[in-house]
């Protein structure tokens, strides 16, 4: 049993607010993190953009300009940093308050957190949420790696993979708070679900092309990041039945995307992981994604969904076809064995039981 109560300072992505849907996942896996660790006696403070918004804990907002999303950043072998940076400033406020806490919990995929680790008298531990995208980034990954062994995190094997130093990257998985979602044994009518940012790493035409071959509707979840290529979709593939339901709460999406027959998940790019496959699986919806990435490490194959070749819409098609070999229930099934809060929640505590345990600074 443990002991220990740490007092947790959760520092988030510092591209948009929490709960707008600009950062993505993290935004969702920060909360969860932060549910896990307090259902098992831990303090957790976080601190978040201005315009944030959560009622998971103490929240603490921070005024200043967003961090350009490092999808836009591909390749890139500079840092850029706007002037009155909110990072800046949420790492000005972590450098004050640090020693109120045990250990600061890093969710922005930037390069200035990772360089300030040594300048801390806290450990500091990472959560890597992309694939490797840029050198820049990925040197840094691997600096900080070396002098602080075990405190970068990710989600999947497929995503450490993509990094040079990939093999010092902790996997961790994720957790989800089964009790959010409901599932649905039957929906009332087939469709298909597509959930995420809508830009281009995200591969939405490749679903829609899918629909509209099919005749399927597709329903739409989630902020468009990119409104020109989401009014070219609309216009390219007019005939299919695409439905834009919105960005919606957790709730509301739980409730829609368990009326869908599949979710389909088509990325372009190494998804580190895709939060929307699991959140699927535990409204009982099985996932047709490309065989790349941290789903083919989610998604088992004619049991909980189907993995098909990257690009690949005869693909989609023919598994959209074969839907009903798979068992709904299966999928809630998996979700609950593998992402479950309770068991993600260990994860995360040991992993900082043996940071704060093992903590020294380096010495230069
Ligand atoms: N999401 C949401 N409401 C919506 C559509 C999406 O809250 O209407 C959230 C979803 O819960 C998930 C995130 O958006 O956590 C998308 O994350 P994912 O890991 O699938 O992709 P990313 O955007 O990080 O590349």
Redesign the pocket.
Known sequence: MNKTNYRLLFLSTPVGALGS?IG??????LQNAAKALIAKGHEVEIVAPEGSATNVTKLTQIAGNMQTSAQTQVGADLVVLPQNSVLENMWSYARESQNQFDLLFNFAYDWLPLYLTPFFNRPIAHWI?MSSLSPVMDAMVSKTSHLFPNAIAVNTRACADTFSDGDRLMIMGKGLDVSQYNFVKQPEKPSLAW???ISPE?GLEDAAKAAQSTGLPLHV???IQDRAYWEQIKTFFSKAEIHY??????DE?QKKLGQCSALLMTPRWV?A?????I?AFACGVPVISYNSGGLKEIVRHGKTGFLVEMGSVSGLIEAISQLDQIDRFTCRQQLEAEYSLEVWGDRLEKWFDNLITNYSKPRF
Do not use: D
């Open positions: 849907g993505g996942g993290v935004e969702l896996t949420s959930v995420g940012r995200k979840f989630g902020l339901e919105g960005f919606l709460s957790t999406l998804e992981f895709g939060n929307a496959a959140e």
